[in-house]
């Protein structure tokens, strides 16, 4: 399995230099941090789920359920741009991925982030044989209808347009933007 989350790390590009082409997240030198990130991000779900019981009625605050909030917050953590010269001295210095790549590699392993936000096979944050690595914003999946609210989220670091679901991630501007729903 740890095989599995340095191939899929390693397959990230985290920038690409005009001299020496697309730079790479090295997953031997993060695995250890990526093994931390997806097990904190498990235990930590598992243990929220079992302390609020078979019987816990979701409030849905602001139209988004608790398993929901819990991995936009997991998201949010992870807002960070680095000077590509910082970036190039981290990707091969830091045992840490760096912070966009951690927002979506633990939560693209796991099936309680699909259900969450009805993912599909197919969709950029499904893992497992189930869809492609995970290079979208860690929140959104085909299906999920996003409330207006989500708008006004700002998501530092994202400089491709990334999308589904109504819900895309404009490229230069950082924001996500949610389709009329009316």
């Known amino acids: 399995r740890t095989a599995r989350l340095v191939e899929q790390f390693s397959a990230y590009v985290a920038l690409t230099d005009p001299q020496d082409g697309p730079l790479h997240v090295k997953g031997e030198l993060t695995l250890g941090e990526n093994i931390a990130d ?8 598992d243990a929220l789920q079992r302390a609020q019981g078979a019987d816990y009625t979701d409030p849905m605050i602001d139209g988004f359920s608790q398993a929901q909030r819990y991995f936009l917050n997991f998201g949010t953590i992870w807002r960070r741009n680095f000077r590509p010269e910082e970036l190039k001295v ?10 966009a790549f951690r927002a979506n590699g633990a939560p693209s392993n796991l099936p309680a982030f699909a259900a969450a936000f009805q993912c599909q096979g197919g969709d950029g944050m499904v893992r497992d044989g189930h869809g492609v690595i995970g290079t979208g914003l860690p929140v959104f999946c085909q299906g999920y209808v996003a409330p207006a609210s989500v ?9 491709e347009t ?5 819900v ?3 490229p230069g501007t950082r924001r996500i933007e949610v389709a009329d729903r009316a």
């Open 151 to 159: 708008a006004a989220l700002n998501f530092v670091g994202w400089e």
């Open 162 to 166: 990334i999308g589904c679901g109504g």
């Open 38 to 45: 997806l097990g904190g991000l498990t235990v930590a779900f």
């Open 90 to 99: 981290r990707l091969n210095t830091d045992p840490h991925a760096p912070a």
């Open 168 to 170: 895309t991630v404009v």
